[in-house]
């Protein structure tokens, strides 16, 4: 089993910053894709940002310029450097994963348990 813990939501003034951290743990030999998606109250699930495992990114329009994905490979962590942080930036944000447990050669996606981020105006 592999588990995605994330940390760093919280509540911030608009135009404030924050940073995610999502670590993955449990049955891994290797970590495809990792990224954040968010879903704001009565709206669908979207992407935010994603990184292959190597190194290609891929971000939502709407937070091109202030968002930054990375990754440590070593730590089998992806983060989230948020600026420039707007009320509509205010979601649940959710990290996920395409992992390979054992070697297979083929993954699994999983998703952490969500945190908050809120952006006061």
């Known amino acids: 089993q592999v588990q995605l813990v994330e940390s760093g939501g919280g509540l911030v003034q608009a135009g404030g910053s924050l940073r995610l951290s999502c670590e993955a743990s449990?049955?891994?030999?290797?970590?495809?894709?990792m990224g954040w998606y968010r879903q704001a109250p009565g709206k669908r699930r979207e992407l935010v940002a994603r990184?292959?495992?190597?190194?290609?990114?891929n971000y939502a329009d709407s937070i091109k310029g202030r968002f930054t994905i990375s990754r440590d490979n070593a730590k089998n962590t992806v983060y989230l450097q948020m600026n420039s942080l707007k009320p509509e930036d205010t979601a649940v944000y959710y990290c996920?994963?395409?992992?390979?447990?054992?070697?297979?050669?083929?993954?699994?996606?999983?998703w952490g348990q969500g945190t908050q981020v809120t952006v006061s105006s």
């Open positions: 996920n994963a395409d992992v390979d447990p054992a070697g297979w050669r083929s993954t699994l996606n999983y």
């Open positions: 449990g049955s891994i030999f290797s970590i495809d894709a």
């Open positions: 990184m292959a495992s190597g190194g290609s990114t």
